[in-house]
C-alpha cells in the first residue's frame, strides 16, 4: 500500500507513479486514439453530409450518464471489499493483542509465553499468506515437531489456532487457566476464525462475470463510436475527446478491479505485511 500525503495536491498531480493508470493503459490508448482517428476519418472524408448526426450527441450524453452510474456502483462495491478486508484486517490487530494481554499473567513458564508469542505471530502470518498464493511453511516460527504437524494441512491458520487451542486445554486441565479465563481467550481466538474467514468470502467471491463483461463491452462500444457524435463540431478533435473519455472510464474499471481483492501485493492493496510486523512487535513485547 502506497504511503502518501493528502493534502500534498500538487505532488499528487504531478506525480508518476507505477501504479497510475495511464502507465497501464497506455498502449490500449494509442490504439483506441488510432481507431478513433480513423473512424472520423472516414466521416469526415467519406460522409461529409452527417448534420442530422448531431442530435446523437443528446444521445451519447444520455449514454454516458448511464454508464457514469454503473462505474459508481462498481467502484462504490469494489470499496466496499476493500474497506471490509481492512475492517477484518483491524479485528485480528485487535484480538491477536488483546489474547496476548491476557495470556500474560497467567503464563508462568518461558516455553508457555514464547509459544503462544510464536503462534500468535505465525497465525498473522499464515492468513496473510493464505489470502495471497499460499502458505510457504518455511516463512513461519516453528520448531521441527510443530512444522511437521503443520505441513502437511490444508488450512494452516486453522491448523495454528488448534495448536494453541490444545495448549490452553493442557493448562485448564492443571487448574493454571479457570474456566471464565478460558472462555475469555476462547472469544478471540474464534474471533480470529471468523475474520479470515470473512477474508476468504471476500477473496473467494469476485464481482459477477456477465457484469464485469457487460461494463467493458459498453465503454468500449459507447468510446469508439464517440466520435459518430462529436466529429460534425469538433473534427479530428473528437478523436482526442473519445480517447480521452476512454482513459476516464477504463481507469475507474481498473481500480476497481485493483482494489476488489485487497489481499495480493499491488500499490492499492492493504499493508498486511506491516499489519503483521505490527503484530509481532507487540506480541513480543508483552509476551517475551
Same mark, same amino acid.
Given at each position: 500500500m502506497i504511503n502518501y500525503n493528502p493534502k500534498s495536491w500538487v505532488t499528487l498531480i504531478f506525480a508518476f507513479h507505477r501504479s497510475d493508470t495511464f502507465r497501464m493503459l497506455w498502449k490500449e490508448i494509442i490504439y483506441i486514439g488510432l481507431f478513433t482517428l480513423a473512424i472520423a476519418f472516414v466521416e469526415i472524408h467519406f460522409f461529409p453530409d452527417v448534420v442530422q448526426l448531431e442530435k446523437l450527441i443528446t444521445v451519447y450524453s444520455l449514454i454516458g450518464f448511464v454508464i457514469?452510474?454503473?462505474?459508481?456502483?462498481?467502484?462504490?462495491?469494489?470499496?466496499?471489499?476493500?474497506?471490509?478486508?481492512?475492517?477484518?484486517?483491524?479485528?485480528?490487530?485487535?484480538?491477536?493483542? !488483546?489474547? /496476548? %494481554?491476557?495470556?500474560?499473567?497467567? #503464563?508462568?513458564?518461558?516455553? +508457555?509465553? $514464547?509459544?503462544?508469542?510464536?503462534?500468535?505471530? !505465525?497465525? /498473522? %502470518?499464515?492468513?496473510?499468506?493464505? #489470502?495471497?498464493?499460499?502458505? +510457504?511453511? $518455511?516463512?513461519?516460527?516453528?520448531?521441527?515437531?510443530?512444522?511437521?504437524?503443520?505441513?502437511?494441512?490444508?488450512?494452516?491458520?486453522?491448523?495454528?489456532?488448534e495448536l494453541m487451542y490444545r495448549r490452553l486445554k493442557l493448562h485448564r486441565e492443571k487448574g493454571e487457566i479457570s474456566d471464565i479465563e478460558f472462555l475469555s481467550i476462547d472469544k478471540n481466538l474464534n474471533a480470529l476464525l471468523d475474520s479470515i474467514g470473512a477474508c476468504e468470502r471476500i477473496k473467494n467471491t469476485p464481482i459477477p462475470f456477465s457484469y464485469s463483461?457487460?461494463?467493458?463491452?459498453?465503454?468500449?462500444?459507447?468510446?469508439?463510436?464517440?466520435?459518430?457524435?462529436?466529429?460534425?463540431?469538433?473534427?479530428?478533435?473528437?478523436?482526442?475527446?473519445?480517447?480521452?473519455?476512454?482513459?476516464?472510464?477504463?481507469?475507474?474499471?481498473?481500480?476497481?478491479?485493483?482494489?476488489?481483492?485487497?489481499?495480493?501485493?499491488?500499490?492499492?492493496?492493504?499493508?498486511?505485511?506491516?499489519?503483521?510486523?505490527?503484530?509481532?512487535?507487540?506480541?513480543?513485547?508483552?509476551?517475551?
Open positions: 457514469s452510474l454503473l462505474l459508481v456502483f462498481r467502484t462504490n462495491t469494489a470499496y466496499d471489499r476493500w474497506w471490509e478486508g481492512r475492517r477484518k484486517w483491524g479485528e485480528v490487530v485487535n484480538d491477536t493483542r !488483546n489474547m /496476548a %494481554v491476557k495470556l500474560s499473567p497467567l #503464563l508462568k513458564e518461558k516455553s +508457555d509465553r $514464547d509459544f503462544f508469542a510464536r503462534m500468535i505471530s !505465525n497465525f /498473522a %502470518v499464515s492468513m496473510k499468506e493464505h #489470502l495471497r498464493l499460499g502458505i +510457504d511453511i $518455511d516463512e513461519l516460527n516453528l520448531t521441527p515437531a510443530e512444522k511437521n504437524e503443520l505441513i502437511n494441512r490444508n488450512h494452516v491458520p486453522t491448523a495454528i489456532v463483461l457487460f461494463i467493458k463491452k459498453f465503454i468500449f462500444i459507447y468510446v469508439t463510436t464517440l466520435p459518430l457524435a462529436f466529429v460534425v463540431q469538433f473534427g479530428y478533435f473528437s478523436a482526442l475527446i473519445a480517447t480521452f473519455v476512454f482513459y476516464v472510464l477504463v481507469s475507474m474499471e481498473v481500480l476497481a478491479e485493483e482494489i476488489e481483492d485487497p489481499f495480493g501485493t499491488d500499490d492499492n492493496d492493504l499493508p498486511t505485511d506491516q499489519l503483521c510486523e505490527r503484530i509481532d512487535k507487540v506480541v513480543q513485547e508483552v509476551l517475551v
